[in-house]
């Protein structure tokens, strides 16, 4: 049975001028111990994907219909208590950036501890002993006196360990990561992939991995989800999606990235931007800036249908399919 | 710092030749917090001795990570800093005396900088052709309102905008689109120089082919001249001819792009190409990457990266390495490459 299971989740933001509907039927699952790439440019709906499933979702926003489903639970109709008891505890989160998620008024330990206590029924020193167990796990070195430093004294790379270590403070089953390595430089970035990635594996914790980095993707993820204009426009394992996309956003996506092995003059560009969410076009919402446009294209809008290796949302690949396979 | 500059500009000399260029902030606390509480003096030594030239028409690109002094590069190379240390030659002319002259307008006219934040870079309260045309007027290179409007027009639409755009704001504008008025604005004095600090760091990768597509093109068409900072290290072999790689302060290696990607000799270099997420499973053989950078306010001595360096020894520790040719156009410092220990 699968840890996770969003269905047609829908979002909306009720404003003056009528409802913008930020995702429009996400669905997807994940099974324990996997580690999903959700990945998309500014204003597909990722993060708010993300803060969906943690309950976190910023008012106006609200969830108009769907369910999110953890462990054959309901927990998109719960109330604010209720959400907190699995918040943490069931579903730890992790966020850009490491210094908005750190109180600068606490030692790590004070925050690491009270995380520990508010979750499991174990003593302070108990939760202590814990708290430097998960800094050592991290990769922090001297965790014992570390635990008594406060977050500035801590560089990014550092805070972002810590940051991961309060996420699995209770020992969820799930974290969701909202881009966790887009503020770090390269080369930490690296290292806190390998370690989100070992830990998890360890621990059996499944991973939402929210980013629009590619290679982050590539490098650590089973299964990737694309999104578009708020919804899933292709989904496959990662390797699929990436050497052999079937969607045209996808590839285009894929052409765009400067590639280390491959000399080109021209980088592939997808001309246009986004549209906004008041603008969606009719039909498929990528149908202005898609090369393979077809008249159903305009009018009708693809759900995601099995291509060869991932599915995805294009009517290229509808059974009577007016083309064949993308080049 | 060993420099293949040559001492008379010749009119085959590199158009921008930075010589030794050094910056140091003064990071002190207040007087008054020095005097009560014993507080020493506290320098940054953010650039510390960079030497590099660019010919006319290509690309030097310097990459690093967060805090290495490539921004302050860019800002001294458009005399938005004065240099502690060090000069820098713009077509044979010292930079940083003219830029001081009343004729400094002209060379200012001629060395333009796009930013990294296009949300921030333009005053939201102006429209797209204030912004554009703001520079023509400064630099009186329009007569009347008409021929403004003209080459305002003829801007936007270089940089794939249309004529029609003028009286918009930038919130109209997409993010991508933002940059290229950006662009549009740096490309209005006819610069032959310009210093693009992370131009596209803010934007989606498709967009962000759109604007290196675009900076490409111009560079074809009006042989302009760029330096480019970033930290991506793929976007950095897509657009440049030359890279630099700077820690901390100093370039560590420098050479022409197909050698530095194909054999890095500096540990860093190495460092920063293998921590480079993969796309495609090459099997490329990787070593993981170790440690962070330093405080630049307490640098280590020696070299200062020998903290995080597998291959230091205590020559490293102690002595600085100098930027030492190994042969054409290709520059390093570091010991180990020197003594052939690597």
């Known amino acids: 049975m699968s840890l996770l299971q969003v269905k047609d989740l829908v979002v909306e933001f009720p404003g003056r001028r009528g409802t913008l509907r930020a995702l429009d039927h996400v669905s997807f699952e994940i099974a324990p111990g996997e580690i999903l790439g959700v990945v998309g440019e500014s204003g597909a709906g990722k993060s708010l994907t993300g803060a969906s499933i943690i309950g976190l979702l910023e008012p106006p926003g609200r969830i108009a219909s769907g369910e999110i489903i953890l462990q054959g639970e309901r927990i998109d109709n719960l109330n604010f208590d209720q959400m907190r008891s699995i918040r943490g505890r069931r579903i730890g989160a992790i966020f850009q950036d490491p210094l908005t998620s750190l109180n600068p008024l606490y030692t790590v330990g004070h925050q690491l501890i009270e995380t520990i206590q508010a979750h499991l029924p174990v003593s302070h020193a108990e939760a202590r002993k814990r708290a430097i167990d998960l800094l050592k796990d991290t990769g922090i070195p001297a965790a014992e006196q570390r635990i008594e430093h406060y977050p500035h004294q801590f560089s990014g790379g550092m805070r972002q360990r810590v940051v991961i270590a309060l996420a699995l403070a209770a020992q969820p089953q799930l974290i969701v990561a909202d881009e966790p390595t887009t503020a770090l430089d390269v080369s930490i970035q690296a290292q806190i992939i390998t370690l989100l990635k070992n830990i998890c594996h360890d621990r059996g914790a499944a991973v939402m991995l929210i980013t629009h980095d590619m290679g982050v993707i590539a490098e650590t993820c089973d299964r990737v989800a694309v999104m578009y204009a708020g919804r899933i426009v292709e989904t496959g394992p990662v390797h699929q999606v990436i050497n052999h996309p079937n969607h045209p956003y996808t590839a285009g996506l894929m052409a765009s990235i400067p590639d280390m092995a491959v000399d080109r003059e021209r980088l592939n560009q997808i001309d246009g931007s986004m549209p906004r969410l008041n603008a969606i076009p009719a039909g498929c919402a990528y149908n202005p800036r898609c090369p393979h446009v077809v008249a159903r294209c305009r009018t009708e809008r693809p759900e995601l249908m099995p291509t060869s290796g991932t599915q995805a949302a294009c009517w290229l690949h509808a059974p009577q399919a007016p083309h064949g396979d993308l080049a | 710092m060993s420099s293949p500059?040559?001492?008379?500009?010749?009119?085959?000399?590199?158009?921008?030749?930075?010589?030794?260029?050094?910056?140091?902030?003064?990071?002190?606390?207040?007087?008054?917090?020095?005097?009560?509480?014993?507080?020493?003096?506290?320098?940054?030594?953010?650039?510390?001795?960079?030497?590099?030239?660019?010919?006319?028409?290509?690309?030097?690109?310097?990459?690093?990570?967060?805090?290495?002094?490539?921004?302050?590069?860019?800002?001294?190379?458009?005399?938005?800093?004065?240099?502690?240390?060090?000069?820098?030659?713009?077509?044979?002319?010292?930079?940083?005396?003219?830029?001081?002259?009343?004729?400094?307008?002209?060379?200012?006219?001629?060395?333009?900088?796009?930013?990294?934040?296009?949300?921030?870079?333009?005053?939201?309260?102006?429209?797209?052709?204030?912004?554009?045309?703001?520079?023509?007027?400064?630099?009186?290179?329009?007569?009347?309102?008409?021929?403004?409007?003209?080459?305002?027009?003829?801007?936007?639409?270089?940089?794939?905008?249309?004529?029609?755009?003028?009286?918009?704001?930038?919130?109209?504008?997409?993010?991508?689109?933002?940059?290229?008025?950006?662009?549009?604005?740096?490309?209005?004095?006819?610069?032959?120089?310009?210093?693009?600090?992370?131009?596209?760091?803010?934007?989606?990768?498709?967009?962000?082919?759109?604007?290196?597509?675009?900076?490409?093109?111009?560079?074809?068409?009006?042989?302009?001249?760029?330096?480019?900072?970033?930290?991506?290290?793929?976007?950095?072999?897509?657009?440049?001819?030359?890279?630099?790689?700077?820690?901390?302060?100093?370039?560590?290696?420098?050479?022409?792009?197909?050698?530095?990607?194909?054999?890095?000799?500096?540990?860093?270099?190495?460092?920063?190409?293998?921590?480079?997420?993969?796309?495609?499973?090459?099997?490329?053989?990787?070593?993981?990457?170790?440690?962070?950078?330093?405080?630049?306010?307490?640098?280590?001595?020696?070299?200062?990266?020998?903290?995080?360096?597998?291959?230091?020894?205590?020559?490293?520790?102690?002595?600085?390495?100098?930027?030492?040719?190994?042969?054409?156009?290709?520059?390093?410092?570091?010991?180990?490459?020197?003594?052939?220990?690597?």
């Not at chain 2, 903290?307 to 020559?315: E, G, I, L, S, V």
């Open chain 2, 5 to 342: 500059t040559p001492s008379t500009p010749s009119p085959a000399a590199p158009l921008v030749q930075a010589h030794d260029l050094a910056k140091t902030f003064d990071v002190s606390p207040p007087w008054l917090n020095r005097v009560l509480e014993g507080k020493p003096r506290q320098l940054l030594n953010a650039v510390d001795g960079v030497s590099f030239d660019i010919e006319r028409g290509r690309t030097l690109a310097l990459v690093g990570e967060s805090g290495c002094g490539k921004s302050t590069v860019a800002r001294l190379l458009v005399g938005l800093y004065e240099p502690t240390r060090g000069h820098m030659t713009f077509d044979g002319q010292d930079a940083h005396t003219e830029f001081k002259k009343p004729s400094g307008r002209t060379l200012r006219r001629r060395i333009q900088m796009i930013f990294q934040d296009p949300y921030a870079s333009l005053n939201p309260r102006w429209t797209v052709e204030a912004i554009i045309g703001e520079p023509l007027r400064e630099h009186g290179l329009v007569t009347d309102a008409a021929e403004l409007r003209e080459r305002v027009g003829d801007l936007l639409k270089s940089v794939g905008l249309s004529a029609l755009d003028m009286p918009k704001y930038p919130h109209q504008f997409s993010g991508g689109q933002r940059q290229r008025i950006s662009i549009a604005r740096a490309l209005a004095t006819e610069p032959e120089f310009l210093v693009c600090d992370e131009p596209t760091s803010a934007l989606d990768v498709s967009v962000q082919a759109q604007v290196l597509n675009i900076m490409k093109d111009l560079q074809r068409e009006r042989g302009l001249t760029y330096l480019f900072i970033s930290h991506n290290l793929a976007v950095v072999r897509h657009v440049s001819d030359e890279v630099g790689v700077m820690y901390l302060g100093r370039l560590v290696e420098r050479a022409d792009k197909h050698t530095l990607f194909a054999a890095p000799r500096h540990p860093y270099t190495r460092m920063l190409l293998d921590a480079i997420p993969e796309m495609r499973q090459t099997g490329r053989a990787r070593t993981p990457v170790q440690g962070e950078v330093p405080n630049p306010l307490n640098p280590p001595g020696g070299c200062t990266f020998h903290p995080r360096c597998p291959h230091a020894n205590d020559r490293c520790k102690s002595e600085r390495p100098a930027l030492q040719t190994l042969g054409e156009g290709h520059w390093v410092a570091c010991h180990a490459v020197a003594e052939n220990r690597l």
